[in-house]
Nanobody, 126 residues
Framework: QVQLVESGGGLVQPGGSLTLSCAYSGFSRNFYGIGWFRQAPGRDREGVAA????????VYSDSVKGRFTISRDDSKNVAYLQMNNLRPEDTAKYSC???????????????????WGQGTEVTVSS
């Protein structure tokens, strides 16, 4: 059974840091990438970052570029999202997803990502 499980969310002050983890398991076939997405109340889900499974290339949204870093550890089947210099507007539910059908790591194409975790809440507030 394919499964993605996020952890690491919480409450952090502006300027602080958090690292989210996404443990993935049960893939009977290869997948193209792991992505992180977020959804704030009343807003659409948006892609934050993604990392390719094949060549470790990465992509970031403009809003997090330079502050967030995505990585993965294949020995542990875990992907990470290191978030630095957090801002109140980063407050959202963060979910990781895997792309198994369409090659690439296009984070703007949310429907291309077909396996999703349950998400973890991140709140940035003083």
């Amino acid at each position: 059974q394919v499964q993605l499980v996020e952890s690491g969310g919480g409450l952090v002050q502006p300027g602080g840091s958090l690292t989210l983890s996404c443990a993935y398991s049960g893939f009977s076939r290869n997948f193209y990438g792991i992505g992180w997405f977020r959804q704030a109340p009343g807003r659409d889900r948006e892609g934050v970052a993604a990392i390719s499974k094949t060549d470790e290339s990465t992509v970031y949204s403009d809003s997090v570029k330079g502050r967030f870093t995505i990585s993965r550890d294949d020995s542990k089947n875990v992907a990470y999202l290191q978030m630095n210099n957090l801002r109140p507007e980063d407050t959202a539910k963060y979910s990781c997803a895997a792309s198994t059908s369409i090659p690439g790591i296009a984070i703007k194409q949310v429907p291309w990502w077909d396996i999703w975790g349950q998400g973890t809440e991140v709140t940035v507030s003083s």
